[in-house]
């Protein structure tokens, strides 16, 4: 450690031969609050660590001195970590939409009115029927093989392309076109029933049922995947939703906001890990002690667990999990696979969203990229909420100035 560290830093932990703070020693140290350092962590700007016998998280001083240095060369801070919403809060390990708390709306309220809750806009009922034409084109595009995901994407383009109405983007006109585009997506995935019965098929959730998986739906199993489009609906400023929101600073049309988002969402560090996260308990679930120890002795990060905001539960995983061990049926080596990580996790770490997604998936025996589909369906919902804010703000405010490090021309002097 440096005389510099030593006059600015709080005293550090040693541990394998570097010198680390606590969450709240970088914060006092960076002059910011306990929330921006955690923003730091999910944009890649600090990494996180964890050290036996310390709760919580530790940084490395030599990491955090690099941004501190770097603070002082720099403009100020953008508005990209200064966006102000309504939508929704993180605290305490709980997620609340618009002061509602999430886990309560999972267990009672419907995707479509937490959309309106979201949206600040009616679930228009009238625009709750896939566009003629377009799943079909978009399966017979797709091909037999392709991700849900990949399927969600055409739909929008396809719709997008469609609509000559595309940039209106007043709030009703943008929630009504919201709405076509998640009830097609969900029609794109699989055939569905035929026009007649399109009036019976009900909710969304009720609707994509069918196109996930051949168990048989009931009442409880729908529930629990109504409670995982809810819990996804949004998260605040996710990856996906800074590049949704970027779009509708440009004032791109709602498709094109869908489009940022998806692009954004589609990588492993996203959307994509929920995939990673059905691969792992798909191979845990007849011996899940061996599949775990296997991740600890390579000294590999176990899918589906910790997360960068939450400290010790993430609260979607929570209310996800304790309603799939009621509703009953499916896949009974799944529920105990899932119990033994968590035991095996013990205190340090905890499951999070992907694998409570991935354990529905594999429950009812859904298609292979079910949970990143649903996944991406129900965040649709969040990304439109913060388009709609967006919408109202000054156009164009994400203009961050980079900080130029290659080869300068020559005749360039250094500012």
């Known amino acids: 450690m440096t005389r510099a560290h030593t006059r600015r830093f709080p ?97 009672t309220t419907s995707y479509e009115d937490v959309a309106q809750l979201l949206w600040g806009e009616p679930w228009n009922d009238a625009e709750a029927a896939p566009a003629p034409g377009i799943g079909a084109a978009v399966r017979r595009v797709a091909g037999t093989k392709s991700r849900g995901l990949d399927r969600i994407r055409l739909t929008v383009d396809l719709l997008g392309a469609r609509d000559p109405l595309r940039h209106h983007i007043e709030p009703g006109a943008v929630t009504e076109k919201a709405t076509r585009v998640l009830v097609t997506a969900v029609d794109a995935l699989a055939p569905g029933p035929s026009t007649e019965e399109l009036e019976s098929e009900g909710s969304l959730a009720q609707r994509l049922w069918p196109r996930l998986t051949d168990e048989p739906a009931t009442p409880r199993t729908v529930k629990v995947l109504n409670a995982a489009l809810v819990a996804l609906a949004d998260h605040d400023l996710a990856a996906g939703t800074v590049a949704a929101r970027v779009a509708a600073s440009a004032r791109g049309s709602v498709y094109a906001v869908i489009g940022a988002g998806l692009g954004a969402f589609d990588g492993p560090m996203h959307g994509g890990a929920t995939t990673l996260a059905y691969r792992f308990l798909a191979d845990a679930l007849d011996d899940p002690t061996a599949a775990i120890a296997d991740a600890l002795y390579a000294d590999t990060h176990i899918p589906g667990t910790g997360h960068v905001i939450y400290r010790a539960r993430d609260p979607r995983a929570t209310v996800l999990l304790e309603m799939l061990a009621r509703s009953g049926g499916g896949d009974r080596r799944v529920q105990p696979a899932v119990t033994a990580i968590v035991e095996a996790l013990g205190p340090s770490t905890f499951v999070n969203s992907d694998l409570a997604l991935a354990a529905l ?17 129900a965040r649709i919902a969040g990304w439109i909420a913060h388009a709609l804010e967006e919408y109202q703000a000054q156009r164009l405010r994400f203009r961050p100035e980079g900080v130029y490090t290659g080869v300068r021309p020559s005749g360039a002097h250094a500012t």
Not at 57 to 76: C, I, K, N, T, Y
């Open 11 to 107: 005293t550090p932990v040693r541990h394998d031969g570097r010198d680390y703070l606590t969450t709240q020693h970088v914060a006092k140290v960076l002059g910011v609050k306990l929330s921006t350092v955690y923003a730091y962590v999910s944009r890649g700007r600090l990494h996180s660590s964890r050290i036996a016998g310390y709760d919580g998280s530790m940084f490395a001083v030599d990491e955090v001195d690099g941004l501190l240095q770097g603070s002082r060369h720099r403009p100020p801070a953008g508005v990209a970590e200064r966006i102000r919403t309504q939508l929704t809060y993180l605290h305490d390990d709980r997620l609340h939409y618009r002061g509602r708390d999430v886990a309560d709306l999972a267990r």
């Open 361 to 377: 998936a594999l429950r009812y025996r859904m298609r292979p990229d079910a949970a990143e589909t649903i996944f991406a369906l």
